[in-house]
């Protein structure tokens, strides 16, 4: 299976964002939620399309993430996983972030 795809970017803002911790190994991890509104056409008609999803960062773009606030708008680019192996409820593991608005020094990161 390594030719599957799986790669989602999503432009959007941080709902929520959890406390910044760190794995047993010292890498930093944050998981926080984000919100997408957009219209989209399906089937030759446009469509409002509103979304939360939960999202999880590891490493510096952990830390980037970390130091942003609720309502920051960002291209999130990643791929998707199940929660837990217990629960399928899909995850996007956030490997690069580019912030979109208020962002003077252009950082974004990639994985």
């Excluded at 941080?14 to 991890?29: F, S, W």
Aim: glycine share 10%.
């Amino acid at each position: 299976m390594t030719d599957a795809s799986n790669r989602l970017i999503l432009d959007g803002s941080i709902v929520e964002i959890a406390q910044l911790r760190h794995t047993p190994a010292g890498v930093p991890v944050v998981n926080f939620r984000i919100g997408h509104a957009s219209e989209q056409i399906e089937a030759g008609h446009p469509r409002k399309v509103e979304v939360e999803m939960a999202a999880v960062a590891l490493g510096q773009t952990a830390v980037l993430i970390g130091g942003a606030r609720p309502g920051e708008r960002a291209k999130f680019i990643g791929f998707i996983a199940a929660k837990s192996i217990k629960s399928k409820q899909p995850v996007l593991h956030v490997t690069e972030i580019e912030f979109l608005e208020g962002n003077e020094n252009g950082i974004q990161t990639q994985g």
